[in-house]
């Protein structure tokens, strides 16, 4: 069984190094992290391999940090980032 929990929403989209900004709104997000990003035409998973704040690389985000991270795909603002945890 698959959880998913809202953690934030994509507020800009870097194109060239396949850049996120992301603003954490719910809970955390650490390096390792499992997420699905959904929106009106946005939706796959991928697995946090980089985070930074400030082009600083960090470990953790909490609620209320505005982070950047590379993803695969072109997101858009307003996308939904959700984690995701297997249970069972």
Known sequence: MVEKQKVGEVFTYFAKPCV??????DGFLEIGDKILIRGHTTNFEQVIESM???HK???RAEAGQS???K???RVRPHDVV????ANG
């Not at 959700?82 to 945890?85: L, S, V």
Request: proline residues 5%.
């Open 57 to 59: 690389p960090i470990q």
């Open 67 to 69: 982070i950047g991270i």
């Open 20 to 25: 996120a900004g992301i603003k954490v709104t």
């Open 82 to 85: 959700y984690k995701i945890q």
């Open 71 to 73: 993803v695969r795909e």
């Open 52 to 54: 930074q704040i400030e």
